[in-house]
């Protein structure tokens, strides 16, 4: 059997036996977690990442009321530049 520990202090700490190792943290996830059975032992569980479509997506629907009129305020700036060259 396997025991993962992790030290999130920088101070080493020696262990011995009998000594207790264990806390246990609870998290409310946002999503599904992997299946942690289909992993290695070795293998650690990776958090699923959005994709770049997905960031984008989110991005856009996040600051489309200001997206939109900054299109359109170039899109006009660009033609007056333009019409002055002519």
Request: aromatic share 10%; net charge positive; hydrophobic share 45%.
């Amino acid at each position: 059997m396997r025991i993962r520990l992790y030290n999130g202090s920088k101070k080493p700490i020696l262990l011995t036996p009998g000594m207790p190792i264990c806390s246990c943290t609870f998290f409310q996830m946002e999503t599904h977690v992997q299946d942690v059975l289909t992993t290695e032992p070795d293998e650690p569980v990776k958090p699923l990442r959005p994709t770049m479509k997905q960031y984008i997506a989110a991005f856009l629907r996040a600051h489309w009321k200001w997206i939109v009129p900054t299109i359109i305020a170039l899109a006009v700036l660009m033609t007056r530049i333009i019409g002055l060259w002519k």
